[in-house]
């Protein structure tokens, strides 16, 4: 591939993950933010802009890592000055700003990738396989849980009306997990408790998911207190068979992503082998360059936000919400540009 110029917006924990991937794939790096520029800059060999303007003038691909209010303005700045973008989960805190930058980008023959990393674990990646191939037979009961401590390094998490809460901001993950795993879904409803422990907001979520084909998938998050350690887990049954992994079951050999950088994000270590940031990363650049399209699509990313706003929608009326995924996915891909089978993402 040729050597892609990429820009860095933002600095917190997530872009420690994210500069060397793209430094292993030949990748002259720029950065912008607020906040740890020049860390980041002096860790992984990158040039600091002043300003997003200034960095846009100097990259074809921005990465975007900011909070997710962020992210439909500076991922929109990025289409309209021709870059390809791949911009952290949740593509935007409403529905309606994550299908607009998909608009945006087909009309500016751009890509938009979504930072859905689950699905690049290699755990979750083989349960995919596996249920495709056939081996649990047909998907009926799907449990999946993700759980840690509460952000607390930035305090915008605990306000809903930016972050989407645990359902947005943590949960999105797995409602795109189980979408991926047993298709379309007709309706979502989600239960939450929230506390308060010496100034510290807990939560805890449970969202259900009735799929077109008549699967139901229970997804269950938690925002805990300090000490509590990262761990997720899926249990996939069906007529045929059960899939089932747990973070803290011990494995054979993990591989060490080394600290989290102070301030920074937990991240679950992936056993050993290649990072899944650098696999999600490599499918994006190599999607720009002509090859296949990768694994999550920005209609997926959509769709995933549409999820986690019904659910939303669900814990403030204490109702099952109606939803029409595969109408969602029709619309979204009737309204692109008719030659756009590249540019979108979504191919």
Same mark, same amino acid.
């Given at each position: 591939?040729?050597? %892609?110029?990429? @820009?860095? &917006?933002?600095?917190?924990?997530?872009?420690? *993950?994210?500069?060397? $991937?793209?430094?292993?794939? !030949? =990748?002259?790096?720029?950065?912008?933010?607020?906040?740890?520029?020049?860390?980041?800059?002096?860790?992984?060999?990158?040039?600091?802009?002043?300003?997003?303007?200034?960095?846009?003038?100097?990259?074809?691909?921005?990465?975007?890592?900011?909070?997710?209010?962020?992210?439909?303005?500076?991922?929109?700045?990025?289409?309209?000055a021709g870059a390809h973008v791949f911009c952290e989960k949740p593509l935007a805190r409403k529905t309606s700003d994550a299908a607009d930058?998909?608009?945006?980008?087909?009309?500016?023959?751009?890509? %938009?990738?979504? @930072?859905? &990393?689950?699905?690049?674990?290699?755990?979750? *990646?083989?349960?995919? $396989?596996?249920?495709?191939? !056939? =081996?649990?037979?047909?998907?009926?009961?799907?449990?999946?849980?993700?759980?840690?401590?509460?952000?607390?390094?930035?305090?915008?998490?605990?306000?809903?009306?930016?972050?989407?809460?645990?359902?947005?901001?943590?949960?999105?993950?797995?409602?795109?997990?189980?979408?991926?795993?047993?298709?379309?879904?007709?309706?979502?409803?989600?239960?939450?408790?929230?506390?308060?422990?010496?100034?510290?907001?807990?939560?805890?979520?449970?969202?259900?998911?009735?799929?077109?084909?008549?699967?139901?998938?229970?997804?269950?998050?938690?925002?805990?207190?300090?000490?509590?350690?990262?761990?997720?887990?899926?249990?996939? $049954?069906?007529?045929?068979?059960?899939?089932?992994?747990?973070?803290?079951?011990?494995?054979?050999?993990?591989?060490?992503?080394?600290?989290?950088?102070?301030?920074?994000?937990?991240?679950?270590?992936?056993?050993?082998?290649?990072?899944?940031?650098?696999?999600?990363?490599?499918?994006?650049?190599?999607?720009?360059?002509?090859?296949?399209?990768?694994?999550?699509?920005?209609?997926?990313?959509?769709?995933?936000?549409?999820?986690?706003?019904a659910a939303l929608e669900s814990l403030g009326s204490g109702e099952a919400v109606p939803i029409d995924t595969a109408a969602r996915l029709?619309?979204?891909?009737?309204?692109?540009?008719?030659?756009?089978?590249?540019?979108?993402?979504?191919?």
């Open positions: 591939m040729p050597a %892609l110029k990429v @820009g860095l &917006v933002g600095a917190g924990g997530i872009a420690h *993950a994210h500069a060397p $991937a793209w430094r292993s794939l !030949g =990748a002259e790096l720029h950065v912008f933010s607020l906040a740890g520029a020049d860390e980041l800059a002096a860790t992984y060999g990158a040039r600091k802009s002043a300003s997003l303007d200034e960095l846009l003038r100097l990259v074809s691909v921005v990465d975007v890592m900011t909070p997710t209010p962020t992210h439909h303005d500076i991922a929109s700045r990025a289409l309209a930058l998909l608009r945006r980008a087909s009309a500016a023959g751009r890509h %938009l990738f979504p @930072g859905h &990393v689950v699905r690049y674990f290699p755990e979750y *990646a083989a349960m995919h $396989a596996a249920v495709r191939a !056939g =081996a649990i037979g047909r998907p009926a009961v799907l449990r999946f849980s993700r759980g840690g401590a509460f952000p607390w390094w930035s305090p915008w998490f605990s306000d809903t009306g930016q972050s989407g809460g645990l359902v947005m901001d943590q949960m999105i993950h797995d409602l795109d997990i189980a979408r991926w795993v047993a298709g379309e879904v007709v309706e979502v409803y989600a239960t939450q408790n929230t506390a308060d422990r010496d100034g510290q907001p807990l939560q805890t979520a449970h969202v259900v998911l009735t799929h077109a084909g008549g699967a139901i998938s229970h997804v269950r998050g938690l925002w805990g207190p300090p000490h509590v350690t990262f761990r997720t887990s899926f249990h996939v $049954a069906g007529d045929g068979g059960v899939l089932h992994f747990d973070s803290a079951d011990p494995p054979g050999v993990r591989l060490d992503l080394g600290p989290v950088p102070a301030g920074g994000e937990e991240r679950p270590a992936p056993v050993a082998g290649e990072s899944p940031y650098l696999t999600e990363i490599r499918e994006f650049a190599e999607a720009i360059a002509g090859g296949p399209a990768a694994r999550v699509t920005a209609a997926d990313g959509v769709v995933a936000v549409e999820l986690a706003e029709r619309d979204l891909l009737g309204a692109l540009e008719p030659d756009m089978s590249v540019g979108s993402g979504v191919a």
